[in-house]
Each structure stands twice: as structure tokens, then as C-alpha cells.
């Protein structure tokens, strides 16, 4: 009898601990939970546009400072721009520049504007006197005849200024759709068709943006090209890994090193030259240089009158995202702002990383770590952040510390064999949350992926927050998760999931410095319950 009261006050107590622990890991995630989207927000915070325009744009009296560099403000200021986040940048900047500025031209999303009025978002708006036009155009992201009678006006604005003046042009993810200018003889439909062909076969970025540099008049250095003489400063919000200047709205202020002859490898590599166009083919046949020093001067003027700026990153909003992460009691660590890469690496990456930081014992095996910097190169992670962000981790787990927030960024990409709705973000959330979910010894990690622009895909959500309870919720809702990633179905999965509260909503953001990753990793449940 004595032992059979004993063991039942053994499962007793073992009942009591067991639901001791679900309740701290309940509280623990819920608790992540919020601070993951906070440290998300403050990430969205910190590259906001009228933010970034201030922080790199300042002006005392007469002079304005930018970029270390100071220029004379004698009302000779003119002002283009073109991207998602360029309204909020021209209205923060005409209120710097004040009356010094004479004329602008703003090319933006289709409907921007009544899409910012009815999210509260009246700052990123221009006063009712303002000297800047705004002309809306690219609907669904997508170069049209409205962008490109907007890409005429700037054209025309920065090919009207003398020596005199000072053109400062505002640059954001999304500009190269809004500034597209066809070299004549050249349509507009017919450059849309070589892109969209060469994208179709498998070119990449690099490759695509090469070649439509050499199709505008305006990219690849071609504005700063029409505006000389004048002295040319732009201030850019990067939505590029590493920043290259180039390649951030196709580069119309930084001037192009591209031939004809590395045009013609790249559509002869896809098979693409001989079904060119006429038109096509007679703006290759001449020279970029030749072209466009036709238009004005010559392409060396071009480097010496400008000054190109990053004012907004990536890179920025990580560095503000773990300002938020410290002063939410959390130990902060930034993986990389480069991440790429099919998003099943990805999640792989970051499954195997909660595993490295919570697994049994004192020391991570040595199998996993190597399974770790095995995946770098194909998700654009170097080996010596892995190894440093890996070295912060076993510290973390010997001397005792509390949570940890580790920070990576970047714009992985989703192979689409599906018809679904969602977008890298969300599909990147799920993944996780299934590796998470699969752990041995599950860590209580917490996974937030969201696109600072607030708008994941063709969805109203910017991502989603998740964890490794996801399969077990995802099961007793009677939802298949291998048949939503299967069709791409992302949005759909996390909007029945428990009535969409692991959706990211955070609404229009009004700036795009592509997505930020959140992985919250707690410390041992056991040593916080003693």
C-alpha cells in the first residue's frame, strides 16, 4: 500500500511538472511571440522614409550636407525621384530644402497616395502647396505607358539644368519599373518582352539588369547623363543585397560599364538574339557610350557631378531591430543582412541553428555545426558569420544567458509549382515552424519572416510568426500542411490556422529594404522554473 501511494504521488508530482513546464513554454512563446514582432517593427521604425531623408540630408543656412560632402542652396534645387518609398522621401525632403526648391517630379505606385491616406500615413504625403508633381503609374508593379510619361518628365526636368543648378534625386525598391524609357526606335512592349523572355529562361538579376540598362535611355547612369552639367546627388534606399549601386533601379546615376558585346553573350547564352526584334537589334548595334553622349556630354562628366548615397538598408534596419531587441532583455545577434537562396535551405538553416543553440549538453556535436556551414554558400551566408554567430552560442548556453535574438535579412526565393496564395515570407514562416516542429528536443524558438514594405506576394500580410508547436496546431485544425506548400498556399494555410493570429499585418509600411528574419531562442526552462 506505502508503495503504491508513493507512486502515485511520484505521477502526481511528475503531472504537476509536466504541466508546469507546457504552461512556462506556453508563457515563454506567447512572451516571444510579442517581443519577435516588436523587434520587427522597430526594424520597419528605423528605415521609414522621412526617417532616412533626415538622418542623411541636413541643411544649415545656405548649405546642404550629404554624404560628407557640402553643396550651395541659391534656389537652384530640382528634384525627381521614382520608387515604393520615394513619396514620404520627397515630402521629408521639400520640408528640409524649403523654398530652395524650384521643381520636382516624382514617379510612384498606382494609387500610393489614397493607399497611405486611408493608413493613417498623412507625413508620407505632400502639402497641398508643394512644388513636386506627382505622377502615379507601373500598376501591379509592372512598367506601363503611366510610368512611362512619367520617366518623359524627369527626363525632361534633368535635361533642362545648367551648371548652376543641383538635381537631387530619390531613389527606392520598385524604381526601375517606374523609370522606364526605351531607347527609340524601341517600344515599350518590346522591352518588356526581351526581360520578360530572358527571366523566363533563367537569367539572373545581374544578368537582366544588364541588359536593360542597355535598352533605356535612362538606367545605368543615363540620368545623371541628361542632367550634366549640373551636380547630381542622390540619396537611395537600398532594396539589393550588399547595396551595389547598379543594380538598385537599374543604376540611372551610376554609370554603366556594360558593352553591347556582354549584352549580346547574355541573350546569345539564352537563345534569345536571333528572335529580337528590328527595333531591338538597332539599339544594340550602337555603342551605350556613343548613344548617350549623343544626348549630351560626355560619360566621364557623369562621375565627377554626382554623389551616390545609401541613406536606408537592410544593413540599418538589423542594426535598429537589435537597438529594440537589447532593450527588451534580449542578446542580440546579427547573422547577415545577404540572405538568399531557396527558402527550404533557408528554414533548414534556421532548424538547424535552434538546434545548435539548444541542444542537450554542454558542447553542440561537431556533425552539426558542420551540417551548418555546409549550407552557407547556398543561402549567401558567409562561413565566418556562421562560425562567429555559432561561437556567440555556446557562450550564450556556458555562462547562463537569457533569450537570444537572432537578426538576418535578405530576399530568399520560392520555387512556384503551385497556385496558391502567399509570398517568400509566409512560405519561409511555414517552413520553419515545420523544422521547428520536427527538433528532437524542441527548443521553444520563436520564428517571425516579414517584408518591410508590409506586403508579403500578392496578400495583405507581410509574413508570419511561428514556432515549433506549428504541425501539432496545423493537425488538430485538420490542416494539410504539405498539400499548402505544395500549392504555394502560404497566405491560406496561416489565415485558418487558428483564425489568422500568426499572421505579420502591420499594414502599408511606406519603405522597402526587403525582409527582415527574427529568431527568438529562450534559455532552458529548467533553470528559469528552479
Known amino acids: 500500500m506505502a508503495q503504491i501511494l508513493a507512486l502515485s504521488r511520484s505521477l502526481h508530482l511528475q503531472h504537476k511538472l509536466r ?19 516588436a523587434v520587427f517593427s522597430a526594424a520597419v521604425e528605423g528605415v521609414q ?14 548649405k ?73 503609374g507601373a500598376k501591379h508593379n509592372l512598367p506601363d505607358t503611366d510610368a512611362q510619361k512619367s520617366a518623359e518628365c524627369i ?28 531607347a527609340p526606335p524601341m517600344s515599350l512592349q518590346e522591352k518588356q518582352d526581351v526581360t520578360r523572355k530572358l527571366a523566363a529562361a533563367g537569367a539572373t538579376i545581374q544578368e537582366l539588369n544588364t541588359v536593360r540598362r542597355a535598352l533605356s535611355l535612362l538606367k545605368g547612369g543615363g540620368l545623371a547623363q541628361c542632367a550634366s552639367p549640373a ?15 547598379d543594380l538598385i533601379a537599374s543604376g540611372p546615376t551610376v554609370r554603366s ?51 551616390n548615397v545609401v541613406i536606408g538598408s537592410n544593413t540599418i534596419a538589423l542594426e535598429c531591430a537589435s537597438r529594440k531587441a537589447s532593450e527588451l532583455g534580449l542578446r542580440p545577434v546579427i547573422l547577415s543582412p545577404g540572405v538568399c537562396g531557396d527558402v527550404r535551405s533557408v528554414a533548414r538553416l534556421y532548424g538547424l541553428l535552434s538546434s545548435f543553440a539548444c541542444c542537450p549538453g554542454k558542447e553542440p556535436p561537431p556533425e552539426l555545426a558542420a551540417a551548418i556551414l555546409k549550407l552557407g554558400p547556398e543561402v549567401g551566408i558567409e562561413s565566418w558569420d556562421l ?55 524542441k527548443s521553444g524558438a520563436v520564428f517571425l519572416s516579414g517584408g518591410t514594405d508590409g506586403q508579403d506576394g500578392p496578400t495583405e500580410a507581410a509574413g508570419a510568426v511561428t514556432d515549433g508547436e506549428l504541425k501539432e496546431e496545423a493537425a488538430s485544425q485538420g490542416l494539410d500542411t504539405d498539400g499548402f506548400l505544395a500549392n504555394n498556399d502560404s497566405f491560406t494555410f496561416f489565415s485558418r490556422l487558428s483564425e489568422g493570429r500568426r499572421l505579420l499585418n502591420p499594414g502599408l509600411t511606406g519603405t522597402n529594404v526587403m525582409d527582415v528574419h527574427v529568431m527568438l531562442l529562450p534559455p532552458s526552462p529548467q533553470k528559469d522554473l528552479q
Open 49 to 62: 522614409p522621412d526617417m532616412v531623408v533626415r538622418r542623411g540630408l541636413e541643411r544649415h543656412g545656405d
Open 257 to 307: 560599364e556594360s558593352s553591347p558585346e556582354e549584352v549580346w553573350a547574355i541573350l546569345d547564352n539564352y537563345k534569345l538574339s536571333e528572335s529580337l526584334p528590328s527595333s531591338v537589334k538597332e539599339v544594340l548595334s550602337n555603342s551605350m557610350p556613343s548613344r548617350r553622349s549623343r544626348m549630351k556630354n560626355g560619360p566621364q562628366e557623369v562621375k565627377d557631378n554626382v554623389l
Open 19 to 37: 504541466v508546469g513546464l507546457a504552461s512556462f513554454r506556453a508563457r515563454s512563446m506567447s512572451s516571444l511571440n510579442t517581443r519577435a514582432r
Open 64 to 136: 546642404l550636407h550629404v554624404g560628407g560632402q557640402s553643396f550651395t542652396l541659391t534656389n537652384n534645387l530640382y528634384l525627381v525621384g521614382f520608387g515604393k518609398a520615394v513619396l514620404g522621401m520627397a515630402a521629408e525632403a521639400e520640408r528640409i530644402v524649403g523654398d530652395h526648391l524650384i521643381k520636382g517630379v516624382v514617379s510612384v505606385p498606382h494609387g500610393i497616395q489614397n493607399t497611405l491616406r486611408s493608413h493613417g500615413k498623412e507625413k508620407m504625403l505632400l502639402e497641398n502647396n508643394s512644388r513636386i508633381t506627382v505622377m502615379e
Open 387 to 441: 562560425c562567429r554567430t555559432m561561437n556567440v552560442l555556446v557562450g550564450e548556453r556556458k555562462e547562463g544567458w537569457g533569450a537570444t535574438c537572432l537578426l538576418a535579412g535578405g530576399e530568399p526565393t520560392v520555387k512556384l509549382i503551385g497556385k496558391g496564395r502567399g509570398g517568400r515570407n509566409q512560405e519561409l514562416a511555414m517552413r520553419v515552424g515545420l523544422e521547428l516542429s520536427d527538433e528532437e528536443v
Open 231 to 245: 551636380k547630381v546627388v542622390a540619396l537611395i534606399l537600398s532594396d539589393v543585397i550588399g547595396d551595389p549601386l
Open 155 to 182: 527626363r525632361d526636368l534633368a535635361s533642362s539644368l545648367t551648371e548652376k543648378d543641383l538635381l537631387l534625386v530619390l531613389i527606392s525598391g520598385g524604381g526601375s519599373a517606374l523609370l522606364p524609357a526605351p
